[in-house]
Structure formats: structure tokens, C-alpha cells
């Protein structure tokens, strides 16, 4: 049986002119890229997993190998917009609950012709309700600017925030493991609960010890990132 795919939503401030929209192309790449980074790392710790009670060793297959033979979950990146015909804000709250990563890009984008770029008061509006539903871990901030994390509210501060030029290419490397650090857990867990081997399930939780961690938000804070010691969030999931 297929593991349910793992879901990257984006919110930001889209172009008018949706067809070129570099914005979001960067964005997409990135997390797509980071993400397949992240699901590498869970099938190598999947394929030692299987192979740990003989004392062998596990070749990892390729991802659409191992996507086809439902060992991994699939990778899905989208963009946080409401439907068409629907109330816009309900949609948005179902789209942000349902998703397993959010990913929210803050660069101000100057739209209707107007001189003066700005952030959209959506992003912020997504961003809190996200951070009031989601662990910490599994949100992520993003500005085109190399200083761009001066502007988060300080009401916010704690989650990872990195730098990722409108140009794409590498981006920031902390946000990328962040990001990779995040559906490498996710994979695991739902590779974890659809085994039927109980045995299996504790290998994997043992050999997860061992695979380096994404980084911590100390670690993260270096350069561009703002962090906060990592706690339990202590909002309420009801």
C-alpha cells in the first residue's frame, strides 16, 4: 500500500502575473530539493533498517524505486491558495491543517502597479494561525534579502528563518536541512507505522540515533536564522 505523500505548502506574496512568477519557482525548487534530500536520508535508513538483523548491509534504491515499491512516501510542493467558489480564509485553515510542512515567504512584492513592494497581510495572517496549530519544527520563514530576518515580529521569533534569493540555486544551507531534517522524520514515521514487523519498527528507531540531526535552532541562529531554545509548542492542536 502507498504511504500517504508528505506536503510542502508555500504562502507568500504572489505576482500578478501568476506565468512569471519567479517567486514562487525559486521557492518550489528549493523545498522540492530539499525535500528529496530529506527522503534520501530516510530510504538509506530504511534499507539498513531491513537488513540490521542480519548483520548486513543495506543498499539503498533509487527514490522512484522506492516510491513505486511503497517503502517511501511521495513528495508533494504546492502553493497555499484558497479554491475558487469557496470561503477563502475556511479553505486556507483546511489547506494549512492539512498540510505536513509550511513553508512561508515573506518578501515584499510590489503588485497592482503600485510603487512601494509589501509584504501581503495574508502571509502574516497564514504564518500565525500555522504557528498557533503546527509544531515549530515543521514551520519555516523565508526572505529573499540576506537581512531579511530583521523584519519577522518578535512574537514569531523561535522559528527557523533562512535566505533564499529570487536567483534560487543552493539558497540557504540551514534552511535546507532544516527542511530535509523534517520530512526525513516524517517518512520514517510513516514508514515506521506500516511495517507489520514490529522488530523493524524498533530497528528504525534505534538507527535513527544515529543519523545526524537537522540543525538545532542554537546552530541555526548563526548567520541568518533567529531561534529561541527548543520547547514543546504550548498552543493547543484542538
Not at 500555522?130 to 534579502?145: I, L, M, Q, S, W
Not at 511495517?195 to 548563526?222: C, D, F, N, Y
Not at 531561534?227 to 514543546?232: D, G
Request: net charge positive; glycine share 10%; hydrophobic share 35%.
Amino acid at each position: 500500500m502507498a504511504l500517504r505523500s508528505i506536503t510542502i505548502r508555500i504562502g507568500y506574496t504572489w505576482d500578478d502575473k501568476l506565468a512569471k512568477d519567479e517567486r514562487w519557482r525559486a521557492l518550489r525548487e528549493f523545498c522540492e530539493s530539499a525535500g528529496r534530500q530529506g527522503l534520501s536520508q530516510a530510504n538509506t535508513l530504511l534499507a539498513r533498517a531491513v537488513t540490521a538483523e542480519d548483520d548486513g548491509e543495506g543498499e539503498p534504491s533509487s527514490l522512484e524505486e522506492a516510491w513505486k515499491a511503497g517503502r517511501l512516501p511521495g513528495l508533494r510542493v504546492e502553493r497555499l491558495r484558497a479554491s475558487a467558489g469557496r470561503f477563502a480564509w475556511e479553505n486556507i485553515r483546511s489547506r494549512i491543517d492539512g498540510a505536513d510542512i509550511l513553508v512561508f515567504d515573506y518578501t515584499p512584492v510590489a503588485k497592482g502597479g503600485r510603487d512601494v513592494a509589501a509584504t501581503s497581510g495574508n502571509v502574516w495572517l497564514e504564518l500565525g494561525y500555522a504557528y498557533g496549530r503546527k509544531e515549530p519544527e515543521n514551520v519555516f520563514v523565508t526572505h529573499a534579502e540576506s537581512d531579511g530576518h530583521h523584519d519577522i515580529p518578535s512574537d514569531l521569533r523561535g522559528l527557523i528563518v533562512g535566505h533564499l534569493p529570487d536567483s534560487g540555486g543552493v539558497g540557504d544551507r540551514s534552511l535546507r536541512a532544516a527542511i530535509a531534517g523534517a520530512v526525513k522524520r516524517i517518512a520514517i514515521e510513516r514508514a515506521e507505522a506500516s511495517m507489520q514487523s514490529g522488530s523493524h519498527a524498533r530497528t528504525i528507531e534505534t538507527l535513527s540515533s544515529e543519523v545526524p540531526e537537522s540543525p538545532t535552532r542554537k546552530q541555526a541562529a548563526k548567520g541568518k536564522a533567529v531561534s529561541k531554545p527548543k520547547t514543546k509548542n504550548p498552543r493547543s492542536k484542538g
